[in-house]
Nanobody, 120 residues
C-alpha cells in the first residue's frame, strides 16, 4: 500500500504565502515524477507544477515566478512554496506521484487534497 499525505493548506490573504508538503509512504521502491494539481469549484483539475526525480521542473503559466516546487528524495516528499497568492489560486490542491512498487514500474497515486483559500 502506498499513501500520499498532504499538509500546509489554509486561509491566506492576497499577496501572502503558503507552503504545501506531501509525503509518500508505504511499499515504495522508487518515485519518478511528483507534482501538484489543483481543482477550483466548477473547473477541471489542472497541473500546477511537476518535478522529475532529477529535479527538472515544469510550471503552469499562471504560477510561473510565484510558485516553486521542490522535493526531498531521501524523505519521499514534495513541496510547493506559493508566494504572491491571488484569489484565483483558491482551490483544492492535490499531490500526485508516479511510484515504482514491487509489482509495477509506474503507478499514479494521489493525495486526498488540501484546501487553499486566498481571501481578504
Amino acid at each position: 500500500q502506498v499513501r500520499l499525505a498532504e499538509s500546509g493548506g489554509g486561509l491566506v490573504q492576497p499577496g501572502g504565502s503558503l507552503r504545501l508538503s506531501c509525503a509518500a509512504s508505504g511499499s515504495i521502491f522508487g518515485i519518478n515524477a511528483m507534482g501538484w494539481y489543483r481543482q477550483a469549484p466548477g473547473k477541471q483539475r489542472e497541473l500546477v507544477a511537476s518535478i522529475t526525480r532529477g529535479t527538472s521542473t515544469n510550471y503552469a503559466d499562471s504560477v510561473k515566478g510565484r510558485f516553486t516546487i521542490s522535493r526531498d528524495n531521501a524523505k519521499n516528499t514534495v513541496f510547493l512554496q506559493m508566494a504572491s497568492l491571488k484569489p484565483e489560486d483558491t482551490a483544492v490542491y492535490y499531490c500526485n506521484a508516479d511510484i515504482r512498487t514491487s509489482t509495477a514500474w509506474h503507478t499514479d497515486y494521489w493525495g486526498q487534497g488540501t484546501q487553499v483559500t486566498v481571501s481578504s
